[in-house]
């Protein structure tokens, strides 16, 4: 069974950076569409980001694009979410996830497997 381990979550103030790092077990990493999804207080988890297999594609919501990258190194099993320019807006429980079957990217349903989440909280 594939576990994926979030970590680099904390507390910052606006304009700052934060990278996000997940590690995932596992032979079959580099079969994985992995995605990084959120979900804030009161609000339905939402997707973030996600790259391809092999690293070469990238999606984003529109309200982080330009401000956040997501990397994976496969060597590692590691997925990296890079936020940058951070918002209050952006306070929330991150989650990374892992899609074995390539289901559409932002589609939530289609990660087999989840993160316990890291607690991301930017002030003002």
């Known amino acids: 069974q594939v576990q994926l381990v979030e970590s680099g979550g904390g507390l910052v103030q606006a304009g700052s950076s934060l990278r996000l790092s997940c590690a995932a077990s596992?032979?079959?990493?580099?079969?994985?569409?992995m995605g990084w999804f959120r979900q804030a207080p009161g609000k339905e988890r939402e997707f973030v980001a996600a790259?391809?297999?092999?690293?070469?594609?990238?999606y984003y919501t529109d309200s982080v694009k330009g401000r956040f990258v997501i990397s994976r190194d496969n060597a590692k099993n590691t997925v990296y979410l890079q936020m940058n320019s951070l918002k209050p807006e952006d306070t929330a429980v991150y989650y990374c996830?892992?899609?074995?079957?390539?289901?559409?990217?932002?589609?939530?349903?289609?990660?087999?497997?989840w993160g316990q989440g890291t607690q991301v909280t930017v002030s003002s």
């Open positions: 996830a892992a899609d074995p079957k390539s289901t559409f990217y932002s589609y939530i349903a289609g990660y087999d497997y």
């Open positions: 596992g032979r079959t990493f580099s079969s994985y569409v």
């Open positions: 790259i391809s297999r092999s690293g070469g594609s990238t």
